[in-house]
């Protein structure tokens, strides 16, 4: 119990209670002022801001309570293990904040998974890390949403319709900030379900996660004329139309060659909107990835990413086990980490550090 009352202090001391409630009333500060709600956007901006703190200090808030209630008792010679071992649990999930105070942490994240060389065996595998992903958002609560799927061939184990590629939405708090070590590539061994021999296969897949940019830095800002835009039906598996009229957009920037689309909405302009977020979350990472290639040549020496790069291995023949590739961490639970249960991998990642 000391011991993890010290961990409690430093958890605190990093939390900058004070520095958030100090933010917070200047904030509000500003909200009074005569003129605030004449540049809306500026406005929605701070109103956000001082919703996220607000939040974060009431969490505070309330482990600082439940800590000072569990030490009262524990004074008295009433040690409750159980209020202990939830408070614990919920101190160890907020000090995760701590590792995620990069500029867009805390923005939802858009994610793309691609399958590699393989065809039907890869384009399963796909399907299998994007239902994987969305189980682990349903456990945090998280909102997912596919913008749009690129359907593969069916036949697969349990129904499974195959999938070429796929980009979804996730809204949460910190959403990108616990996801974005999972960009790179996952390796699947596994007897394969498509062969009558069940002979060994491996399979590839890319995954991608960018952060949703809310504000567009005026160095990003798109020319119309760079944009070619094309509407087209959405369509589900087995070309099952989703919406009979051309509501589906696909945008490509001109100067980049990116290509972006969207399908989940049944007009035209919310789809649109979906793929500009896409394009711009897009751009952002290749501004980042050209950055990084300059600090290479700067500094004369090779520097690695984690897009492109094997990150994981799923084995689940001959034996079970996952594994990642950068924090050496593995369980032999194979089944329940494909259902979703990712929380130890990504705790790894993001104690070990950029």
């Keep these: 119990m000391a011991n993890w009352n010290k961990k409690s202090s430093i958890w605190w001391t990093g939390f900058d209670?004070?520095?958030?409630?100090?933010?917070?009333?200047?904030?509000?500060?500003?909200?009074?002022?005569?003129?605030?709600?004449e540049?809306?956007?500026?406005?929605?901006?701070?109103?956000?801001?001082?919703?996220?703190?607000?939040?974060?200090?009431?969490?505070?808030?309330?482990?600082?309570?439940?800590?000072?209630?569990?030490?009262?008792?524990?004074?008295?010679?009433?040690?409750?293990?159980?209020?202990?071992?939830?408070?614990?649990?919920?101190?160890e999930q907020q000090e995760f904040r701590i590792f995620l105070s990069e500029p867009y942490d805390k923005n939802n994240a858009i994610m793309e998974i691609f399958s590699g060389a393989g065809g039907v065996e890869a384009q399963d595998w796909t399907t299998m890390l994007l239902r994987m992903?969305?189980?682990?958002?349903?456990?945090?609560?998280?909102?997912?949403?596919?913008?749009?799927?690129?359907?593969?061939?069916?036949?697969?184990?349990?129904?499974?319709?195959?999938t070429k590629s796929v980009t979804?939405?996730?809204?949460?708090?910190?959403?990108?900030?616990?996801?974005?070590?999972?960009?790179g590539v996952h390796r699947l061994v596994r007897q394969s379900p498509f062969s009558a021999q069940k002979l060994r296969h491996t399979s590839f897949a890319q995954v991608q996660v960018?952060?949703?940019i809310k504000e567009v830095a005026e160095d990003m800002q798109i020319n119309p004329v760079d944009l070619r835009v094309d509407t087209?039906?959405?369509?589900?598996?087995?070309?099952?139309?989703?919406?009979?009229?051309?509501?589906?957009?696909r945008i490509t920037h001109i100067p980049t060659g990116?290509?972006?689309?969207?399908?989940?909405?049944?007009?035209q302009g919310r789809n649109r909107e979906h793929a500009m977020s896409v394009l711009y979350a897009k751009l952002h990472a290749?501004?980042?990835?050209?950055?990084?290639?300059?600090?290479?040549?700067?500094?004369?020496?090779?520097?690695?990413?984690?897009?492109?790069?094997?990150?994981?291995?799923?084995?689940?023949?001959?034996?079970?086990?996952?594994?990642?590739l950068r924090t050496q961490y593995e369980t032999s639970q194979a089944e329940k980490v494909l259902d979703g249960d990712l929380e130890e991998f990504i705790q790894a990642e993001l104690k070990l550090g950029e």
Aim: hydrophobic residues 35%; neutral net charge; glycine residues 8%.
């Design 258 to 267: 990116l290509v972006v689309a969207s399908q989940s909405e049944r007009s």
């Design 39 to 91: 540049d809306s956007q500026e406005a929605a901006k701070i109103s956000q801001q001082i919703s996220s703190l607000k939040e974060e200090l009431a969490v505070a808030e309330h482990l600082k309570k439940a800590l000072a209630d569990v030490k009262e008792l524990a004074e008295l010679g009433h040690v409750d293990e159980r209020a202990i071992t939830h408070l614990k649990k919920h101190v």
């Design 17 to 37: 209670v004070d520095v958030k409630e100090k933010a917070l009333a200047e904030l509000e500060a500003k909200t009074q002022t005569p003129h605030f709600w």
């Design 168 to 183: 979804f939405e996730i809204r949460g708090s910190h959403a990108y900030g616990f996801l974005k070590k999972e960009s």
């Design 232 to 249: 087209f039906r959405a369509s589900g598996p087995g070309g099952q139309y989703v919406n009979k009229t051309e509501s589906a957009i």
């Design 286 to 324: 290749l501004k980042q990835q050209q950055q990084a290639k300059e600090l290479k040549d700067i500094k004369g020496e090779q520097m690695t990413t984690a897009f492109g790069s094997q990150i994981r291995s799923y084995v689940l023949h001959p034996y079970k086990m996952v594994k990642d």
């Design 210 to 212: 960018l952060p949703e």
């Design 133 to 162: 992903y969305q189980r682990y958002c349903d456990a945090r609560g998280w909102q997912t949403e596919i913008l749009h799927q690129s359907f593969g061939e069916g036949g697969g184990p349990e129904g499974r319709i195959g």
